[in-house]
């Protein structure tokens, strides 16, 4: 069972430099979601998206670009990268909210860490 | 706008003990609650759930929570606590119109620290 998986795991940049985390999920949810993670603040979201080809923002999306051009993957870009950007960001996936298998639950990735310099 | 209150940062509790991680929620609806765990260097875990029914949730490895409308409260517990129990907990809250694509709102999350 892979779940969601993510990839880099850790990755360094410079400011001002571009990168791309792809997320991609084996359990055909239509949800998709990318979350930051910072000491004290516990998971912020970025974007998500409600199925391939639609993206939304969350909370915090300046910096950030996403697309969904498959359903099993879930892209998040950055184009000029800052040092408040630095963080632990999280893929997590869920069910559709019209299907019977929805509680709402979302199932996550393992992270991946990011250092901006 | 919903929102998600962890009191406590830090959690510190002798093993054996009953451990209690507070969360209290703010929804406009029914609400969804939920908890998660995370070790680690890991992603997040599912441990329980609260959607409607009994007030009180069991979940994995031991832990319940129980809901309580009044007080807008959904506080974690477990009898006896294990020093594997270390680890980062978040509280969750969503809406639960399931018409609506509203996210879960996360808390700031509570560091559980079980001393043998």
């Known amino acids: 069972n892979a779940g969601v998986t993510q990839t880099p795991k850790f990755r360094v940049l410079k400011t001002g430099q571009s990168m791309t985390l792809l997320c991609a999920q084996d359990?055909?949810?239509?949800?998709m979601y990318w979350y930051r993670q910072d000491p004290g603040m516990g998971l912020r979201l970025i974007h998500y998206?409600?199925?391939?080809?639609?993206?939304a923002k969350g909370e915090v999306p300046d910096g950030y670009n996403v697309s969904r051009l498959k359903k099993q993957n879930f892209l998040l870009g950055l184009e000029s990268a800052a040092p408040s950007q630095t963080s632990v960001y999280f893929c997590?996936?869920?069910?559709?909210?019209?299907?019977?298998?929805?509680?709402?639950?979302?199932?996550f990735g393992e992270g991946s860490r990011l250092t901006v310099l | 706008a919903q929102s998600v209150a962890q009191p406590e940062d830090q959690v510190n509790v002798a093993e054996g003990n009953p451990l209690t991680v507070k969360c209290t929620y703010s929804?406009?609806?029914?609400?969804?609650l939920f908890w998660y765990v995370q070790y680690p260097n890991r992603g997040l875990q599912f441990l329980l759930k609260?959607?409607?029914?009994?007030?009180l949730v069991k979940g994995s490895y031991g832990f319940e929570a129980e809901f309580n409308k009044s007080q807008t409260s959904f506080h974690l517990k477990k009898p006896s606590a294990l020093v594997s129990d270390s680890a980062l907990y978040f509280c969750?809250?969503?809406?639960?119109?399931?018409?609506?694509?509203?996210?879960?709102?996360f808390g700031s999350g509570t560091q559980l620290t079980v001393l043998p």
């Open positions: 997590a996936s869920s069910y559709s909210p019209g299907l019977a298998e929805y509680t709402g639950e979302l199932f």
């Open positions: 359990m055909n949810h239509e949800y």
């Open positions: 998206s409600v199925g391939e080809g639609t993206t």
């Open positions: 929804v406009s609806g029914n609400p969804y």
């Open positions: 609260y959607i409607t029914g009994d007030n």
């Open positions: 969750a809250v969503r809406d639960g119109f399931k018409g609506s694509a509203r996210q879960l709102t």
